[in-house]
T-cell receptor, first 114, second 114 residues
Framework: AQTVTQSQPEMSVQEAETVTLSCTYD???????LFWYKQPPSRQMILVIR??????QNATENRFSVNFQKAAKSFSLKISDSQLGDTAMYFC???????????FGQGTRLTINP | DAGITQSPRHKVTETGTPVTLRCHQT?????MYWYRQDPGHGLRLIHY???????DKGEVSDGYSVSRSKTEDFLLTLESATSSQTSVYFC?????????????FGPGTRLTVT
């Protein structure tokens, strides 16, 4: 069974700093997709960034980027120039190619302080 | 915004009563999902649908049933609600066919079973 582990339950940084959230996953398959979702206090689940396992290049979306290490089964999220609006729970998620179930980590609560 | 609405947004019900949650989408996506979110567990898949009248179980399907009579609506029913079903329920759609692509979530329904 696939599992996703986020080892940092909570993190806190100052506005404008860079922060990295960790995620590791476990699978014996080769073809899969990885995602980071943001859940602000409004409770809405918002897709932040996605990575296809077959792509070596790390995905980037504006201030958000990932460090995808396939051999190490690691998928960290870097937020540059953090903003107060980045305060949220962040979930790492995994899905096998052809599957239906997104497997989520337990989340990291990120607080951006002014 | 993937055009997903959920109703009701909040509900309090008593143990043993039936409850139906509705998910409505406006963009004609084939795949729809129901997840539940509990502290310490992230999101877990309850059921999913891959077309009208085509549904299948997820990892936590006991005590739940689903129906999809129209492309745009996916209903989740708790036949006899229990306190362990107190949770936040999210509907999701897969925008690109469901085979390993990202999922977009509705705003969630907070259900309390007393």
């Amino acid at each position: 069974a696939q599992t996703v582990t986020q080892s940092q339950p909570e993190m806190s940084v100052q506005e404008a700093e860079t922060v990295t959230l960790s995620c590791t996953y476990d699978t014996s398959e080769s073809n899969y997709y990885l995602f980071w979702y943001k859940q602000p206090p409004s409770r809405q689940m918002i897709l932040v960034i996605r990575q296809e396992a077959y792509k070596q290049q790390n995905a980037t979306e504006n201030r958000f980027s990932v460090n995808f290490q396939k051999a190490a089964k690691s998928f960290s999220l870097k937020i540059s120039d953090s903003q107060l609006g980045d305060t949220a729970m962040y979930f790492c998620a995994f899905i096998l190619q052809g599957a239906q179930k997104l497997v989520f980590g337990q989340g990291t609560r990120l607080t951006i302080n002014p | 915004d993937a055009g997903i609405t959920q109703s009701p947004r909040h509900k309090v019900t008593e143990t043993g009563t039936p409850v139906t949650l509705r998910c409505h989408q406006t963009e004609n996506h084939r795949y729809m999902y129901w997840y539940r979110q509990d502290p310490g567990h992230g999101l877990r898949l309850i059921h999913y649908s891959y077309g009208v009248k085509d549904t299948d179980k997820g990892e936590v399907s006991d005590g739940y049933s689903v129906s999809r009579s129209k492309t745009e609506d996916f209903l989740l029913t708790l036949e006899s609600a229990t306190s362990s079903q107190t949770s936040v329920y999210f509907c999701a759609i897969s925008a690109r066919g469901g085979a390993g692509y990202e999922q977009y979530f509705g705003p969630g329904t907070r259900l309390t079973v007393t």
